[in-house]
Every structure is written in C-alpha cells, then in structure tokens.
C-alpha cells in the first residue's frame, strides 16, 4: 500500500517523514523508499520507528492502525492442552553456526508462526527464525536441521534471569556501522574463563567456533551480541 505510513505519522508527535527520518539516523530517501513499500520493513526497525510514532512494532509490521481492533492473526495449528494459542514473527533466517547476513530489504510480506506462551519466561517476546545450513545438526538431544525453525525469546528482555552458561543455545548478532549491517548466527555457548565460545554441534568438520573474549565484545567498529535465547525447535516436513 502507497505511503501506508502516513496515517501513522500523521497521528504522531512526528511532523513529517523527513522528520522521522532524523529521528532513526536515516536518509529521507530511505524512509520514503519503505513509505511506498510496507514489505520492506523489519522488525527491528519497527520497533525504533514505534518508539517515535507512539504505536507498537506490531502495529507497524500489521500495517494496523492504531485505533483498529488489535487481534491476534488467525491460526488453525495445534498446541499442547492447556496452554493458551500465541503467535511470533518470522524475523530472519540464521545459518546454523556459520554468519548470514540479515537482508534489510526483504520483499517477502511479513510470516507468522502459531507458538505457545513461553513456560518459563511467558512476559518475553518471542521471534521465529528459519534456519538454513547444517552446522548444528549433531545437537543433542535435539539437532537442528536445515529448513527447521527455532523460536527465541529476545535475550535483553531475560539476561537477568537467564545469566550466559555452558549449553545454552543462542542466536548471535554481529553489526558494523551502527547496526546497519547485521549477520546472525545460531550457536551452543561454551563458557571458559577469559572468554566465550559459540561452538558448532555439526557432523560437518568446516564448521568452527567463533570466539569472543570477556572484554571484547566490540573491536574495531564490530559489536557482537547475544540477541535470542532459543527455547524450541519446529521441524518442517517436506511439502
């Protein structure tokens, strides 16, 4: 839809697209260009442009305008007895133990997944990812496949009840620019006393760990940083 974000602006303590623009760290050509294509938008940048507009992310990733009814998507996918239907956004796809960049101008429209409440930590946000590559497939007790999914919850909401440690699996971010170019990863931790691996479980022997050291999470412009807590896996059948 043509300048779906102009309701949204218009309803807003921000005067203009040009004005939004600044707000974010963008160019005005930048938010014009996803102005005229809804498709375009990421959950990460909804949520910094949500922030500014009053709304929520998921209004902005619905194309939901504020004051319209807000219900969760429909779905007719099973969940275990007793516990109550949610829904996540497929966010991204992660290479299981090797760097994929995340791609900021994905045409395709925004998927949702039926998951369930999380049972630990049911207040954090969940994020589905696809999962390509095979350097997690000798996980145990649960190997993640190609063309499996992994549901996160987001790992800044949950840090300070679910401190890093040996064989937590974790979806890893590494940014340059400010966030502008953004790889992700998913990983088992390994935890030793100057620094943290973020190893392969693969039968494949070209996978290697990736390590980071206590005090270098950021060198040289690049930021590396835990961004998902994987807490399921979906194993797709072939179509």
Not at 35 to 45: E, G, V
Not at 105 to 126: C, G, L, N, R
């Amino acid at each position: 839809m043509a300048n779906w974000l102009d309701p949204f602006i218009k309803n807003s303590p921000v005067a203009s697209q040009e004005a939004l623009a600044d707000l974010i760290g963008v160019s005005r050509a930048t938010v014009n260009r996803l102005a005229n294509d809804h498709s375009k938008l990421k959950r990460d940048r909804a949520e910094e442009i949500a922030r500014h507009l009053g709304v929520t992310a998921d209004d902005l990733m619905l194309n939901r305008l504020p004051w319209e009814a807000r219900t969760s998507p429909p779905s007719e996918d099973s969940v275990k007895p007793g516990r109550q239907l949610g829904s996540a956004i497929v966010v991204a796809t992660v290479e299981a133990g090797a760097w994929r960049e995340v791609d900021e101008f994905d045409q395709s429209d925004p998927e949702w997944v039926a998951v369930p409440p999380d049972d630990k930590y049911p207040d954090a946000t969940q994020d589905v990812y696809n999962v390509a590559g095979d350097s997690m497939n000798a996980l145990e007790p649960h190997p993640i496949t190609p063309g499996s999914r992994i549901v996160a919850v987001r790992y800044d909401e949950i840090a300070s009840r679910s401190p890093l440690r040996d064989g937590l699996v974790v979806v890893v971010q590494r940014s340059r620019n400010g966030g502008q170019e953004r790889e992700l990863t998913v990983k088992q931790v390994a935890w030793f006393d100057d620094r943290i691996e973020f190893q392969p479980r693969s039968t494949n022997p070209k996978h290697k760990p990736i390590v980071v050291e206590h005090d270098s999470w950021e060198d040289n412009g690049v930021e590396v940083a835990i961004v998902g807590l994987v807490r399921d896996i979906i194993h797709r059948l072939p179509g």
